[in-house]
């Protein structure tokens, strides 16, 4: 089963990949392909399953963790230098 992160996840690249195909921003074969694309990745968010996080799972392969920042405010970064003025001389 796919947590909510992967759900949200699948359903922006079904998106992108329609509205690419569906604009006309590519045709041809490549447009054919996302359409697919796009409809695979539909199919796996509306079921919230995944074969290849079971597959993934069966073969014991540990899958890297989705990371989705909950705020983008710059007050949560606590380890940043961009304030710090650069003291190299170019």
């Keep these: 089963m796919l947590d909510l992160k992967g759900v949200i996840i699948r359903y922006a690249i079904c998106l992108c990949c329609f ?8 045709t041809g074969w490549p447009a054919t392909i996302c359409g ?14 995944s074969p290849l996080c079971e597959v993934l799972a069966g073969a014991e392969i540990k899958a890297p963790k989705v990371v989705m920042e909950d705020s983008i405010r710059y007050t949560n970064y606590q380890n940043t230098q961009a304030n710090t ?6």
Excluded: D, H, N, Q
Aim: glycine share 10%; charged share 10%; no cysteine.
């Design 36 to 49: 697919v694309l796009g409809t695979i990745e539909l199919a796996t968010a509306l079921l919230r399953y």
């Design 19 to 26: 509205l690419l195909s569906g604009t006309g921003t590519i």
């Design 85 to 90: 003025p650069i003291t190299k001389a170019m």
